[in-house]
């Protein structure tokens, strides 16, 4: 059960990681204006959003049903935090999805928000990752 627990957070840092830096190169993409540094922002974003951000989402789910499989559903099915913090995974997605929209407007060069947008979005990933944080440590309710 440790070992699942070791990959399932290895898994959710590798994703965070990704949230975290994805939106913060959408700020420098946004301010560009050559286009070396477009194609060279559309590069590291590509491989950063289906290198390591996807592939850490993916695993982080895959070890999280395997824990709660592996805990049976039933002992934490009642427990409250575990509630809001699978509706905060939920909500994590939407955001992923939007990072990924975000990709393919700057993939076809038709972008129209402005770097303090993004920096706006890159404090997203923060919010959560101590919502959950707390919620899966101190189990609150």
Known sequence: MLWLKALHLIA???????????????????????????????VMERKLFYGI????????????????????????GSSGWLHVKLFLLALMVVYHYFCWLWLEDFKHDRNQRSH??????NEIPTVFLLAI?????????
């Open 116 to 121: 303090v947008f993004y920096r706006w979005m």
């Open 12 to 42: 959710m840092v590798t994703w965070f990681a990704g949230l975290f830096y994805l939106p913060r190169l959408y700020v420098y993409h946004a301010m560009s204006d050559d286009d070396i540094g477009n194609e060279r922002f559309k």
């Open 133 to 141: 944080i707390i919620l899966a440590t101190v189990k609150p309710f």
């Open 53 to 76: 951000t996807t592939p850490g989402m993916v695993a982080t789910f895959i070890f999280g049903i395997w824990m709660l499989l592996d805990y049976a559903w039933g002992m934490y």
